[in-house]
């Protein structure tokens, strides 16, 4: 069995989805500096890097991340190899790609190699879900889907129909996934939100890892 962390690391350096908080990490309390222990603050937004997005981040009164489902969390699913020049998942994507019934789907774009860089720069072209993909997804059953940039939505949508679509419907998101090292297959989806009170319930970081089935 191969484990595959699918997470990125969050520092003040990684790219920022524009208009999002920036990443503060400060050393609290000091060794070096006589304190007792060493303790670190951390301040950052709720979408920031390998992230989860709940119903309420989009639609009034939906649902927070604390009432996610773990069962969906959790389980099998589906890397989907996306070609290299696809800027657009579309829906004819999802009908060729997405086997039927499939509750969880991760889509490996080309966004992933935008990992490869160290710079912090945020790309706006990053390749994203359509609303028309988004509406197959949700015929097709799935209840959880996930990218590899920090949104599942065209840069700059005014309507945010995307999101709309799947959250509406109970689909989960999970959006800043690292698929570099992963293989388009079948895998276990282990994706644990950080489980944090008060805000708006928006969304949480979280740790993914895929497990191979072996
Ligand atoms: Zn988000």
């Known amino acids: 069995m191969r484990i595959y962390d699918v997470s990125v690391p969050i520092s003040a350096r990684m790219p920022m989805y524009p208009g999002d908080p920036g990443v503060d990490i400060r050393q609290w309390l000091s060794l070096e500096k006589g304190d007792p222990a060493n303790v670190t603050a951390i301040y950052f937004g709720a ?6 997005d709940a119903p309420a ?4 009164g939906g649902g927070k991340l604390d009432s996610l489902n773990l069962n969906i969390l959790l389980g099998q699913a589906y890397v989907i190899e996306i070609p290299a020049d696809v800027i657009e998942i579309t829906g004819s994507h999802i009908d060729t790609n ?24 945020f790309h706006t072209d990053y390749t994203y879900i359509s609303q028309q993909a988004a509406q197959r997804l949700v015929a097709n059953g799935t209840q959880l889907v996930g990218i590899d940039y920090l949104s599942v939505e065209q840069f700059q949508s005014k309507r945010f129909a995307t999101h709309e679509t799947l959250l509406a419907n109970g689909v989960v998101i999970i959006e800043g996934l690292d698929l570099r090292q992963v ?28 497990r191979t089935l072996d």
């Not at 979408?47 to 989860?52: F, P, Y």
């Not at 490996?108 to 990992?115: D, G, V």
């Not at 293989?183 to 895929?210: H, M, N, T």
């Open 57 to 60: 981040h989009f639609i009034q």
């Open 47 to 52: 979408h920031t890097g390998t992230h989860v």
């Open 98 to 121: 997405c086997p039927n019934g499939a509750k969880r789907i991760l889509f490996k774009t080309r966004n992933s190699a935008f990992w490869n860089e160290q710079t912090g720069q």
């Open 183 to 210: 293989q388009a297959g079948v895998y276990e989806l282990i994706c644990l939100p950080l489980k944090i009170a008060e805000g708006s319930g928006d969304g949480a970081p979280a740790r993914v890892v895929l």
